[in-house]
């Protein structure tokens, strides 16, 4: 529902003030009212429609037609339009106006007039004039609930405006509105809920990399400080545990542990000690006895290193 204001002349018969039958509702063309909004006016479009729908438009007061209309408050007309009529300049009305109107007029309390046209096509064009208001302040726009036909827009209940104000709507939005209103939310809520879901599997996937290469790290420093005789394989599955905790912790235990058991590592034998021995190297051994074996077993020593 738009709206809009014009003020109000009044005619003068002898001695006698009155408001005048005919009164101007809105100028022909297109305008931007005071507070902005555009609308075009054909005034032969609008009595098209009057003349078709038959029925008398009220004139009453700040909207209250379309503003108290969906929560069943009293709206009484101070007049109503029984005539419309296309001139150059604009839409005119001629008023049969009530006691309550006259002494409106005659009190300028409601100096002009605010029509509200019930819809406006794709070009802000008023197709629809549902009424017409008296009002204080000219063009600014008043809350607008309902059509008063069936055949259009119906009223919103008190608990659908309840949902409009709550959704951040005018109280005037039709149930189209609310209803894109809520689909527009439910969309983002949709797409926040995407997102939270991608981001869940993208820290998923990081926490298993950043696992795994830590397992990568910890199992290469173990390795190393088997290597080096800081500990015998017999105690990797210890060591491993102390590294998963902590590997500052398993660093600083290498480092006081020294590499004690590096001898392992190292034939009993060497290269010098055969040459002085035999004046020859002697050839490695292919297999070991059965106690060597053993001891290698026993100190977690692959057997094929020995030899």
């Given at each position: 529902?738009?709206v809009?204001?014009?003020?109000?002349?009044?005619?003068?018969?002898?001695?006698?003030?009155?408001?005048?039958?005919?009164?101007?509702?809105?100028?022909?063309?297109?305008?931007?009212?005071?507070?902005?909004?555009?609308?075009?006016?054909?005034?032969e479009?609008?009595?098209?429609?009057?003349?078709?729908?038959?029925?008398?438009?009220?004139?009453?007061?700040?909207?209250?037609?379309?503003?108290?209309?969906?929560?069943?408050?009293?709206?009484?007309?101070?007049?109503?339009?029984?005539?419309?009529?296309?001139?150059?300049?604009?839409l005119?009305?001629?008023?049969?106006?009530l006691?309550?109107?006259?002494?409106?007029?005659?009190?300028?309390s409601?100096?002009?007039?605010?029509?509200?046209?019930?819809?406006?096509?794709?070009?802000?064009?008023?197709?629809?004039?549902?009424?017409?208001?008296?009002?204080?302040?000219?063009?600014?726009?008043?809350?607008?609930?309902?059509?008063?036909?069936?055949?259009?827009?119906e009223?919103?209940?008190?608990?659908?405006?309840?949902?409009?104000?709550?959704?951040?709507?005018?109280?005037?939005?039709?149930?189209?509105?609310?209803?894109?209103?809520?689909?527009?939310?439910?969309?983002k809520?949709?797409?926040?809920?995407?997102?939270?879901?991608?981001?869940?599997?993208?820290?998923?996937?990081l926490?298993?990399?950043?696992?795994?290469?830590?397992?990568?790290?910890?199992?290469?420093?173990?390795?190393?400080?088997?290597?080096?005789?800081?500990?015998?394989?017999?105690?990797?599955?210890?060591?491993?545990?102390?590294?998963?905790?902590?590997?500052?912790?398993?660093?600083?235990?290498?480092?006081?542990?020294?590499?004690?058991?590096?001898?392992?590592?190292?034939?009993a034998?060497?290269?010098?000690?055969?040459?002085?021995?035999?004046?020859?190297?002697?050839?490695?051994?292919?297999?070991?006895?059965?106690?060597?074996?053993?001891?290698?077993?026993?100190?977690?020593?692959?057997?094929?290193?020995?030899?």
């Amino acid at each position: 529902m738009q709206v809009i204001s014009n003020v109000v002349t009044f005619a003068t018969t002898g001695t006698e003030a009155g408001p005048p039958d005919w009164i101007k509702v809105a100028p022909r063309g297109r305008f931007t009212a005071r507070d902005g909004r555009t609308f075009e006016v054909v005034p032969e479009l609008l009595i098209e429609r009057f003349k078709s729908d038959a029925i008398s438009i009220p004139v009453d007061i700040n909207h209250s037609t379309i503003r108290k209309a969906a929560t069943g408050d009293e709206t009484p007309a101070y007049g109503w339009i029984e005539e419309l009529e296309a001139r150059e300049d604009g839409l005119y009305a001629r008023v049969n106006w009530l006691d309550r109107g006259k002494t409106v007029l005659a009190e300028k309390s409601h100096r002009y007039i605010s029509p509200a046209f019930g819809s406006l096509d794709a070009q802000d064009r008023a197709t629809w004039l549902h009424s017409v208001a008296l009002v204080a302040t000219p063009a600014v726009a008043m809350p607008a609930l309902a059509s008063a036909e069936t055949n259009h827009k119906e009223p919103l209940t008190v608990f659908e405006s309840k949902i409009a104000a709550a959704l951040g709507l005018d109280i005037d939005a039709t149930t189209e509105e609310i209803a894109s209103k809520v689909a527009t939310l439910t969309a983002k809520a949709d797409g926040t809920e995407a997102i939270i879901t991608g981001l869940q599997g993208v820290m998923k996937t990081l926490s298993t990399e950043v696992i795994t290469a830590r397992n990568s790290r910890v199992e290469a420093k173990v390795e190393q400080a088997i290597k080096l005789g800081t500990v015998t394989p017999a105690l990797k599955d210890f060591c491993v545990t102390i590294a998963n905790s902590s590997e500052t912790l398993f660093d600083e235990f290498c480092t006081k542990m020294g590499t004690p058991f590096a001898y392992l590592s190292k034939p009993a034998i060497t290269r010098e000690m055969e040459v002085a021995a035999n004046g020859f190297v002697a050839e490695k051994p292919v297999t070991l006895n059965t106690e060597a074996s053993r001891l290698a077993a026993q100190l977690g020593i692959d057997v094929k290193s020995l030899l």
